[in-house]
Structures are given as C-alpha cells and as structure tokens.
C-alpha cells in the first residue's frame, strides 16, 4: 500500500510538472531572492542584485551531496574563474536546507566556496521557472548515508543577460546533458554574451 501512494505522488508530480512548461530563451527571467551559503557563510542572494554586474546563470538541481549535483558543482567550482571573466554569476538551487547548504558550499570536493547555492526548501522558485519537481523519495539518501528529507528539482540550467532575459535553457532530460555538459554548454554561452 505505502509503495503504491508513493508511487501515485509521483505520477501526480510528473502530471502536474507538465502543466508548468519550463520558461524559454526569450521570457522575462522571475525575480528571487532566497537564503543561500558561500563558502559556509550565509546571505540572501537576489537575482535583481546579481544582474546588476552582468549575465547569471541559475542551475537547478536535485539534491546537494548526490553524485551528479556532487559532480556539477565540482565543474562550476573548477570553471568559475572562466565565468568570472566572462562576467557572470553563478547560483545553484535545490530545495536542500541552509544547513545542508553550508556543508556543501564550504566542501573543497563540491563548491568548494567558489560560488553560491541557495535554498528554495518550499520549491517555490522552481515553480516560478517551470521547473520539474518530484516529491521526496522514501528512504533517499545521499552520498554520506544521511537520509535526503527534501524535494527534487529537475537538472536545469537558464542562462540569464543583464537586462532580465533568458538567453538559454537546458535539461538534463530533454537535451540529453550530463552534469558537466551542463556547465560546458553555460559556459560557452555566456563567453558569447560577453563579446557582444
């Protein structure tokens, strides 16, 4: 029976996420701002703020300490000089906790303290996206055997100009992308806005 209502909340997450088309090169990119950790240390990241100094790129992603987000947020730590030059921010968001957050933005195997993550526990920003969710997975956990109490997003990436615009969008799903294929194809797009 507990197999068969977990498995009917997934059905109903997939059919509701069809409802929510994720937003497209060409749509205004929502304001957010949201509880996020650098290197450990907590601050409120806002887009609006971000956008400011140039091109952001907002990655979604499932779950901190998994071994895909794991993997995607090494590549965005190695590459983010390659990203400073090019003047863009990077923000990661999962529905993890702030606390799980600070381990993981701090760790010299994942963020590395190199760029931020933030938290959207309720999710809410990956509505505003049309971002793919999934509710939490009895019995999840993740790479230290800690049990993953949260839900997932979908691995998307949207790379968004300094005037509001996303330019790009990505999934994992529909494009077929590894996790740092994600990073490699952010990367090169947003070497072009730079020239521009």
């Known amino acids: ?14 059919l509701c996420a069809t409802a929510f088309a994720a937003l497209k090169p060409g749509d205004r990119a929502p304001e957010f701002s949201a509880p996020a950790s650098l290197a450990g240390r907590q601050f409120h990241f806002s887009l609006r703020k971000a956008l400011k100094k140039g091109p952001v790129v907002v990655y979604f992603y499932p779950s901190a300490f998994t071994g895909g987000c794991d993997l995607e947020a090494h590549t965005f730590a190695q590459d983010k000089s390659k990203f400073t030059a090019a003047g863009a921010t990077i923000i990661g968001v999962s529905e993890d906790s702030i606390k799980r957050l600070d381990q993981f933005s701090a760790d010299p195997k994942y963020c590395a303290g190199r760029f931020p993550v933030a938290s959207d526990p309720s999710g809410n920003i990956g509505v505003k996206y049309g971002v793919t969710t999934f509710p939490p997975m009895h019995d999840a956990k993740d790479v230290r055997g800690v049990v993953i109490h949260h839900g997932f997003f979908a691995r998307t990436t949207f790379v968004i100009n300094k005037h509001g615009k996303i330019v790009a969008e990505f999934s994992s799903k529909a494009d077929h992308l590894t996790p740092p294929e ?15």
């Open 182 to 196: 994600h990073v490699e194809r952010a990367l090169a797009i947003v070497r072009k806005l730079d020239h521009k």
């Open 1 to 14: 029976m507990k197999k068969n209502f977990v498995f009917g909340l997934v059905i109903v997450a997939a």
